[in-house]
Each structure stands twice: as C-alpha cells, then as structure tokens.
C-alpha cells in the first residue's frame, strides 16, 4: 500500500510518499481501507520529531480516517467487512489501509459523507472528553475557546451552543471570528487587537469564563487564571505557545478554580474506547440531526500531504483539512 512516512524530520517535505507492507489487523482490530484522513495539528509536530508515536503505534502520521471495513482481527464482533466506519487512531492514518482496535471505531453518521466523516473522530473526541467528560461545561456556563477557527475550535463552538452554553472565542482575524460567530459563538475577540481577559469580564458582567479550552499553554497560562470564573476549569490541549510559565495559585485558591491539561493520544485504549462510546452516545445524534457538522477547509491528495501541511501551518484555514488516498 501507499503511505506517508517521515525517514528524517522536518519541514513539510520531510513527508515522502512510499510503498509499505500492508497492515495486518491484529485480535480486536479492524483494518479500514482509508477514504480520508483528517489532518491535524499533532501531525505536524510529529513530522517535526517532536511528538513520536505511542510504542505500539503505527509509525506513520495520522490520528483519524474515515473508510471501510475490509478486514477484521480475531474477537471483533461489533463490526463486518464493507461497514463505513470513521476512526480515532494512535498513527497511520495517512496510509491506504489502517488498523485500529474496535473501541475506537463509529460508524459513518448518517447525513455526512463518508469523506466528510475524516473531519469528526479526533475533534468530536478531544472536545468531547475536555470540555464536557473533565471540565463538565453546564447549560448557562461560559465556554472560551482559543483558536476558535480551528479544527477543534470549530467543533467546540458547535458542541457548547448544543448544549445551551455561552461561547466566546478569540482568533487571528475578522474573517474567522465571522466563521466563530456562524458556528454559534456570542463573544469574538481578535487576540491581535484585543485583551480577551478585559473582553471576557466586560462580557459576563465581571464573572469570567466558567470552562477554558486552551491551545497556547504557557503564554497565555496567566491571563487564562485571569479569566477564569468562581469554580473555572482551566484545560489546556495545546502547547503553541510553549510548555513553561508561573501559576499564581494564590489566584487559583480564591477562585477555588482547576487547572487541568490532557493529551488524547497518549491515553490507553480502553480510555480511548471510553471517549468514543460517549460520543457516540452525546454528539452522534446531533450530527446525525444536521444541527452539529464537520467545518472542512480543503482536500488535498495523499501524495500532496506536504502541501497539506504547508496549509495547515499558514494557518489560514477554518476547520479541517483532510488527505484523499
Ligand atoms: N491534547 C489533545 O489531546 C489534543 C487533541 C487535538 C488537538 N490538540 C491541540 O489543539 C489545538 C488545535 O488543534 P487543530 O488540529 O484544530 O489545529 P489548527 O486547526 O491548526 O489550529 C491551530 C489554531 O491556533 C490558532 N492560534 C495561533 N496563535 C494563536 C494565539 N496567539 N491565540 C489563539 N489562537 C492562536 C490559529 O488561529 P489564528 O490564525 O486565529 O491564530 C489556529 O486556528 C492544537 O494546539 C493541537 O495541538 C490537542
């Protein structure tokens, strides 16, 4: 099978395009002949060798696909061949074929094509177990996302509104923050022209944000404490604005608030497993009704994953970007 492998890290052109053995799914797997893969922010550390796979990981980048069944490891029996399935994956998903332990796999919602579907399983899933299964966002709250045009924002501001919460979002430009106020966000702020900390309590009479999702890490650690509500849940998912800074837990104290940061990857499978049959059960519905849907930028070949990459790191897109085999 064609695959996209890293033989050294790199810029985008480290990604090369080559004939691998195909997988062999192992007992409680499904292998998926892949339709589409979703790209996604994890990659482009991976390709630059600083986020290797889990051991026992698929070698290749890659963390979610849509497709078909096309074979089955010994013990699966939630699943048959020719199913149309999407995947939360550990790596491979830039490949033709991928294995994935059964736990990890939904079907295709109905209403989204099954190429549409390689946008949902790491968004869906990250948004899913940050915000509602460890934050535990209520009807009422105040949600703030940061890069809220992007894969996971999109998805975020979605999953909040559905759930009768108060979304705000910071971006990079007008054009996203009018992508954000679509989706369903109340309060946009450009963090180029703006303090969100000074627009959030103007916003909430004073209060704050009852949830943070943070993407930024250290950078903006100190003002996210600012930010935060009476009981706030601070979760930070990404470290783009690197991975050391001070706590004042002094402010943290007073505000009897939480700081909390996850990796999706890194949990085992059975946590994983965990994630995904409550999405199943809490966000599948509402895809399935149109009122929650995957917000795709561009598709791009297999081959092209590089470009793909490029796209992603010039970071003009809103939402997700997805590999065609
Ligand atoms: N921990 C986990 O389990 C997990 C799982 C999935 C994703 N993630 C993380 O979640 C984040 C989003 O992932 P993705 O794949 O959806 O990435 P993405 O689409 O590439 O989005 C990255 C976003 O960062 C924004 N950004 C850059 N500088 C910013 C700043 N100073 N303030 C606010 N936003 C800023 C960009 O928007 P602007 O142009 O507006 O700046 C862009 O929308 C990444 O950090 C990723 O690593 C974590």
Not at 51 to 64: D, F, K, M, R
Not at 275 to 294: C, D, F, Q, T, Y
Request: proline share 6%; aromatic share 4%; hydrophobic share 45%.
């Amino acid at each position: 099978m064609k695959a996209i492998t890293i033989p050294e890290p790199g810029e985008a052109d480290a990604l090369v395009p080559a004939d691998v053995p195909t997988p062999e799914p192992a007992q409680g797997q499904v292998r998926i002949r892949v339709g589409a893969a979703g790209v996604n922010r994890a990659d482009v550390m991976q390709r630059k060798g600083f986020y290797p796979p889990p051991p026992g990981a698929s070698e290749y980048p890659g963390l979610e696909v849509s497709g078909t069944v096309d074979a089955l490891g010994e013990g699966v029996d939630g699943w048959q061949v020719g199913d149309e399935v999407c995947a939360l994956l550990e790596g491979g998903g830039y490949a033709d074929y991928v294995c994935v332990p059964e736990g990890q796999v939904l079907p295709v919602p109905s209403g989204v094509s099954v190429e549409d579907a390689a946008a949902l399983p790491e968004v869906v899933s990250t948004v899913w177990a940050n915000v509602f299964m460890t934050a535990n966002l209520m009807p009422g709250q105040t949600l703030l996302v940061h890069g809220g045009s992007s894969g996971i924002g999109t998805m975020a501001i979605q999953l909040a509104r559905e759930v009768g919460a108060r979304v705000a979002v910071t971006a990079g430009s007008a054009e996203k923050l009018e992508a954000c106020r679509t989706l369903g966000a109340e309060v946009l702020v450009n963090y180029r022209e703006q303090d969100f900390v000074e627009v959030l309590r103007a916003a909430t009479a004073g209060a704050g944000a009852d949830v943070i999702l943070d993407n930024m890490g250290a950078k903006y650690l100190a003002r996210n404490v600012d930010a935060l509500a009476v009981n706030g849940r601070l979760v930070v998912i990404g470290l783009q604005g690197g991975a050391k800074a001070e706590l004042d837990l002094g402010k943290l104290l007073r505000k009897r608030a939480a700081v909390v940061a996850t990796s999706l990857r890194a949990r085992p499978a059975s946590e994983k497993a965990a994630i995904v049959a409550a999405v199943r059960e809490h966000v599948w519905p509402l895809v399935e009704s149109g009122r929650v849907k995957p917000v795709i930028q561009s598709r791009h070949p297999l081959g092209e994953a590089a470009a793909a990459h490029q796209e992603l790191e010039a970071s003009g897109h809103i939402g997700k970007i997805l590999l065609l085999p």
